[in-house]
């Protein structure tokens, strides 16, 4: 079974940058969308970026509204890893960040329900 690992959280100023990375370890990734979710306590995992692995809109990212503009989603199939830059950041970014990969790709990109395999997560705190 695929196992996911996440890395590069860390405690940042806000207006700083991040990037979080995923690898997979026992194998590829086999599943067709990847994404970044977030957690605070309390509070449902929420969505904040995913994109496509193979196929002709493989390149799109998709976004949550609230990091638009400021956070980069990005894979490299042959590495086998998915990353998450993330510019400007605020205090309100302050959550626990998830890697997470579904096998087949679908609308509902955003939904958490639908993803199968998830990273243990790695912290993200960003002072004010």
């Known amino acids: 079974q695929v196992q996911l690992v996440e890395s590069g959280g860390g405690l940042v100023q806000a207006g700083e940058t991040l990037t979080l990375s995923c690898a997979s370890s026992?194998?590829?990734?086999?599943?067709?969308?990847m994404g970044w979710f977030r957690q605070t306590p309390g509070k449902e995992r929420e969505f904040v970026a995913a994109?496509?692995?193979?196929?002709?809109?493989?390149?799109?990212?998709y976004y949550a509204d609230s990091v638009k503009g400021r956070f980069t989603i990005s894979k490299d199939n042959i590495k086998n890893t998915v990353s998450l830059q993330m510019n400007s950041l605020k205090p309100e970014d302050t959550a626990i960040y998830y890697c997470?990969?579904?096998?087949?790709?679908?609308?509902?990109?955003?939904?958490?329900?639908?993803?199968?395999?998830w990273g243990q997560g790695t912290q993200v705190t960003v002072s004010s």
């Open positions: 026992g194998g590829t990734f086999t599943g067709d969308a």
């Open positions: 997470t990969v579904r096998q087949y790709w679908s609308v509902q990109y955003y939904n958490k329900d639908q993803y199968t395999s």
């Open positions: 994109i496509r692995r193979t196929g002709v809109s493989s390149n799109r990212p």
